[in-house]
């Protein structure tokens, strides 16, 4: 039967502006993605009697609990499988295998990455031809992040978060990532938000000016500067101890410091490769840190390879 492998990205969000809750339960974002260099797979293998399954591997290496993601219909990559047969009526089934190198629940879009690689891997597998634009439509209702991981690059993200617009951008970017132990929940962490602003007024956030201006000119030292992410205080109300592994970071030189989306994947900005390896060193030593990894940025959305 035919099979497809499909590499895709995990994002970073440079800026996270989170807006007042919305009716739906989701919140406005202003953000602009950037995928970076650190990879799962997806492979798809087609089968005549219409079973979809999932299995999970992770490599000796890999800095994830392959056991924390679902192999059965929970696992967003089933639900993409399940997304695109309804929406083209094809009758195959599919076997799934995700090699899994992107933490989980670490505010790096893992699953979601999942999602888009396993629409790319069944649209092929299954010759199914639907456009890239046609996946992007299929990839929103799956969630947030999605439709960003098949488009890759640079993009700004709006409504929340699925939809997504260019943005001029140039250079490649040398990061540095401390996972942490224990992954954290999104939805806790933006129910965290909610209770911290109880009460107060939440302006609609926007993309600030400097970050957008620092990706024009490619210049890391300003881009470091505007790094920014509304759900700071909430995901560190829920791990204190975050607050010590970005401070470690920022005095070994990083040119910005601020965790990875919902958090608790703390991420660096470091001026070349050389940099990039002093602050990984120094992070070494962070109680609350469980790897340390580095990383480049931006490379291409979901792929076959
Ligand atoms: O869209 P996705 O399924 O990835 O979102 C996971 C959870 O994160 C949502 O159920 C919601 O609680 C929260 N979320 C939110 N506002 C967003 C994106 C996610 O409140 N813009």
């Not at 590499?7 to 996270?16: D, E, F, G, Q, T």
């Not at 094809?90 to 295998?97: E, N, R, S, T």
């Not at 640079?154 to 929340?160: D, H, L, Q, S, T």
């Not at 909610?194 to 000016?209: E, H, I, K, Y």
């Amino acid at each position: 039967m035919t099979s497809a492998n499909v590499r895709v990205p995990a994002k970073i969000n440079l800026c996270l502006g989170v807006g007042p809750v919305r009716d739906d339960g989701y919140h406005p974002l202003a953000t602009v993605y950037q995928a970076v260099d650190l990879h799962d797979e997806v492979r798809a293998t087609a089968r005549e009697d219409g079973e979809i399954t999932v299995v999970v591997h992770a490599d000796l290496d890999a800095r994830t609990e392959a056991a924390d993601v679902p192999e059965d219909d929970d696992n967003l990559a089933v639900k993409a499988a399940r997304l695109l047969r309804d929406r083209t009526g094809v009758d195959l089934g599919v076997d799934l295998a995700i090699r899994k190198v992107i933490p989980v629940a670490g505010g790096m879009a893992g699953g979601s990455a999942d999602a888009a690689a396993a629409l790319v891997a069944c649209n092929e597998a299954w010759g199914t031809g639907l456009s890239r634009a046609a996946l992007e439509v299929l990839a929103a209702k799956l969630g947030s992040d999605v439709p960003f991981l098949l488009h890759g690059g640079n993009a700004v993200g709006g409504g929340r978060g699925e939809t997504i617009s260019p943005v001029l951008a140039r250079g490649s970017y040398h990061w540095v990532f401390a996972m942490a132990h224990q992954g954290l929940s999104t939805a806790a962490v933006y129910a965290e938000f909610d209770r911290l602003n109880a009460g107060s007024t939440v302006a609609d956030p926007q993309v600030p000016d400097a970050l957008l201006a620092a990706l024009r000119a490619g210049d890391a030292v300003a881009l470091g500067e505007a790094l920014s992410n509304d759900l700071t205080e909430a995901a560190l109300s829920l791990r204190p101890e975050l607050e010590d592994t970005l401070e470690i970071g920022i005095e070994a030189g990083a040119l910005g410091a601020i965790l990875s989306g919902s958090g608790p994947t703390a991420l660096f900005l470091a001026s070349d490769e050389q940099h990039a390896l002093d602050i990984a060193f120094a992070l070494g030593s962070a109680a609350g840190c469980a790897d340390v990894v580095q990383s480049r940025g931006p490379v291409p959305g979901a792929r076959l390879s």
